[in-house]
């Protein structure tokens, strides 16, 4: 998989998604393990996918996680995918 390709998926996900559907802990480390295969394929991310994986990896750590947190990361990352 490639960057082009991982955004792609993403936004095929999000198209594909009923609405209202949020990311979830699962859901988060699926995109993560998408990212490193873009990773592992092109020896590199580009800087959208790279800043993508930061986000997510400080999510993920932020021990104050909450639905409505999973909201909030849902939109952004969808506005920016379907940009």
Same mark, same amino acid.
């Given at each position: 998989m490639t960057n082009? *390709?991982?955004r792609e998926w993403l936004k095929g996900f999000f198209e594909m998604s *009923? *609405?209202?559907t949020l990311l979830n802990p699962d859901r988060v480390q699926? +995109? +993560?393990n998408h990212l490193n295969l873009a990773e &592992?394929? *092109?020896e590199g991310l580009d800087s959208?996918?790279?800043q993508l994986r930061a986000d997510l990896y400080q999510f993920r750590e932020d &021990?104050?996680?909450s639905p409505p947190d999973f909201n909030v990361l849902t939109d952004d990352i969808k506005n920016? +995918?379907?940009d």
């Open positions: 082009h *390709e991982f *009923e *609405e209202g699926i +995109i +993560i &592992a394929v *092109e959208f996918n790279e &021990a104050q996680t920016r +995918i379907l």
